[in-house]
């Protein structure tokens, strides 16, 4: 990581401010790591509403199953247009991202703070992992959970079904309020994991990180361009086939994470998703 100083514009704020890190002790990830002691990410990401779907803000809170560690949140200078319909659902305008760091800048911050942690999000085609992956030499290296699987075995929800998030939040009877805001949603989705979680280590005895992710597929979706057809492949955004998820996780060590903001309380909602799409650096709206 390049140690040129970074700085963020969480949503609300009038200039950007310097991105302080804090070291935090991460044990190492692996499947045989208890889930009482591993530290996960949970990311949430809002974006242009068009294709290819730039990213305009990324929110993140890094936790363990008792606590809140630290928090992740910054807008997204993508410097392209926002679909209408996105702007009424997320609120975020042109004006409110000048000074705000690019996407790069932004994925380079990202990726300090989601170092050695699993990454969980509520996104059943793995869209917002995909979206700050993508344009890497390589895909993000992290386990990664998704809460709409979760939730579909954990509640026992009829198959096929993604439930949003706003609805988990009031099954699992969660004190939190839809926002459609980076980080309130990454905030609500940590809660709704931790619910989840509890439910299914009383339920099915899940202990370990790697007992969760063997029961939870990990998606691989086919994002590549394909020419239209009589015989081309699946269009952009068609789903691909759904693979077993990895069964280890990468060492961890000493971490670097973002200090907590002070006095936030955590609102969230979740946007329908419909379809993925595949271009640099957004997700949908």
Not at 56 to 62: D, F, K, M, V, Y
Not at 172 to 188: E, I, K, M, Q, S
Not at 229 to 257: H, I, M, Y
Request: with cysteine.
């Amino acid at each position: 990581m390049s140690s040129r100083p970074l700085y963020l514009k969480p949503r609300g704020a009038a200039q950007p401010v310097p991105w302080e890190e804090i070291a935090v002790d991460a044990p190492e990830v692996s499947p045989q790591t208890p889930l009482a002691d591993a530290q996960f990410v949970a990311l949430d990401v809002e974006t242009t509403g068009n294709s290819p779907f730039l990213v305009l803000e990324i929110g993140a809170e890094r936790f363990t199953l008792d606590r809140t560690l630290s928090f992740f949140d910054t807008l997204v200078d993508c410097r392209a247009p926002i679909n209408p319909y996105a702007k009424k659902r997320h609120h975020i305008d042109r004006s409110m991202l000048i000074g705000a760091p690019e996407f790069k800048d932004a994925r380079r911050g990202f990726l300090r703070f989601a170092q050695g942690a699993v990454l969980v999000e509520h996104s059943h085609d793995a869209f917002d992992t995909w979206l700050v992956g993508r344009g890497l030499e390589s895909p993000l290296e992290h386990p990664i959970i998704d809460t709409t699987a979760l939730a579909r075995l954990v509640l026992d929800l009829p198959k096929g079904q993604t439930p949003g998030l706003a609805r988990l939040v009031e099954e699992l009877g969660l004190d939190v309020t839809p926002a459609h805001a980076a980080l309130d949603d990454a905030r609500a989705t940590a809660m709704v994991f931790r619910a989840l979680i509890a439910r299914a280590r009383e339920l099915l005895g899940w202990n370990t990180v790697g007992e969760v992710l063997a029961a939870l597929p990990r998606p691989v979706v086919d994002r590549t361009a394909t020419r239209r057809g009589p015989a081309a492949g699946p269009a952009r955004g068609a789903p691909g086939r759904t693979t077993p998820p990895r069964s280890a996780a990468p060492a961890a060590t000493p971490r670097a994470t973002s200090p907590a903001p002070s006095g936030r309380r955590g609102r969230s909602s979740r946007r329908r998703r419909s379809g993925s799409s595949g271009s640099p650096g957004g997700s949908r709206a």
